[in-house]
């Protein structure tokens, strides 16, 4: 992208977004204060399956059923003994619950 349209300061990989809970609860919301919040796609950090708003306490949810199966998208050949789904992607979101 950067080749592309060439733009001093402009980064490609987040969009700045209007606030919609601006001046909402500042006491515990750090951003409230913010007119816009820079927006990233959640699997820069490795956590592809949004399960953090699923193990919030007060939801009172038991059970999660997830299944981690990125890695297949990235091997093209089935016969690749690499083509395996790994945990990454779980255990990066358990990592972050901690």
């Known amino acids: 992208m950067e080749k592309l349209f060439?733009?001093?300061?402009?980064?490609?990989d987040i969009a700045s977004w209007?606030?919609?809970?601006?001046?909402?609860?500042?006491e515990t919301f750090i951003d409230s204060a913010q007119t816009n919040l820079n927006l990233v796609d959640g699997g820069e950090d490795g956590e592809v399956?949004?399960?953090q708003?699923?193990?919030?306490?007060?939801?009172?949810v038991d059970v999660i059923?997830?299944?981690?199966?990125?890695?297949?998208?990235?091997r093209q050949e089935r016969h690749d003994p690499e083509?395996?789904?790994r945990p990454t992607i779980l255990t990066t979101?358990?990592?972050a619950a901690l």
């Open 6 to 12: 060439p733009e001093p300061k402009v980064e490609y």
């Open 65 to 74: 059923f997830a299944i981690d199966a990125v890695r297949v998208f990235f």
């Open 83 to 85: 083509f395996q789904p």
């Open 93 to 95: 979101s358990q990592m």
């Open 18 to 26: 209007p606030n919609p809970f601006y001046g909402v609860a500042p």
């Open 53 to 60: 708003p699923l193990l919030v306490k007060a939801r009172n």
């Open 49 to 51: 399956i949004p399960l």
